[in-house]
């Protein structure tokens, strides 16, 4: 059984720019939580799919907005890009109230 | 509102020693409460969870924590510290349907 995978690992932006990251979830998983978390924060929530309708949101502007694919994998894109849009960007998929976590991606924001 | 508190932003250890990390929740019905770990330019990894039933939960790497209602608590517990165990240690939990609420986190050090 495959884990959480998301690419790419580190990203270098500048601001205004757009950008769009992935993941591929965890096989039997159809529902996809994506997190953001600044340096030294916990993660906050942005928001979450469930069979690619959008299923939930935390406190974030529309220029942060998802997909999710009929083979649940999922996007994330952030356009007009902020410097503090700079954080390390989670993917959880999950099950059954239990959430597995992907490694990752590095955006910086320059 | 939803809340997680870690009230120790860093914890040092020496090897060896017993550990405990505090949480504390605000939540409105009956919490879905997760520990996960952190190690550097690393995801999350679940420690353990508690949904219902038997208040202290066992999970992985030794580790175990205990739910407690009336003190909206849910602390970590490990009866011996490795040096693989130093990291960060986030508290969550679970918000409406499956989104996580988290705290700031706790940094482990683990002196020799």
């Known amino acids: 059984e495959t884990g959480v995978t998301q690419s790419p690992t580190h990203l270098i932006k500048t601001r205004g720019q757009q950008v769009t990251l992935r993941c591929s979830s965890q096989?039997?998983?159809?529902?996809v939580s994506w997190y953001q978390q600044a340096l030294g924060q916990g993660p906050q929530f942005i928001f979450q799919?469930?069979?690619?309708?959008?299923?939930g949101r935390g406190n974030f502007p529309p220029r942060f907005s998802g997909l999710q694919f009929p083979n649940y994998s999922s996007e994330l894109n952030v356009n007009a890009l902020e410097l503090d849009d700079s954080a390390l960007y989670l993917c959880?998929?999950?099950?059954?109230?239990?959430?597995?976590f992907g490694p990752g991606t590095r955006l910086t924001v320059l | 509102a939803q809340s997680v508190t870690q009230p120790d932003i860093h914890i040092t250890v020496s090897e060896g020693a017993s550990l405990e990390l505090r949480c504390n929740y605000s939540?409105?019905?009956?919490?879905?409460l997760f520990w996960y770990v952190q190690s550097p330019g690393q995801g999350l990894q679940l420690l353990l969870k508690y949904f219902s039933g038997d208040t202290l939960v066992q999970g992985i790497k030794g580790f175990e924590a205990e739910f407690k209602r009336s003190q909206s608590s849910f602390n970590l517990r490990k009866p011996s510290v490795h040096w693989s165990d130093a990291a960060e240690y986030f508290c969550a939990v679970g918000a409406s349907g499956y989104a996580l609420n988290f705290g700031k986190g706790t940094s482990l050090l683990v002196t020799p």
């Open positions: 959880a998929s999950s099950f059954q109230y239990e959430q597995f």
């Open positions: 939540y409105g019905a009956t919490p879905y």
């Open positions: 799919y469930y069979r690619e309708e959008e299923n």
């Open positions: 096989s039997g998983h159809n529902t």
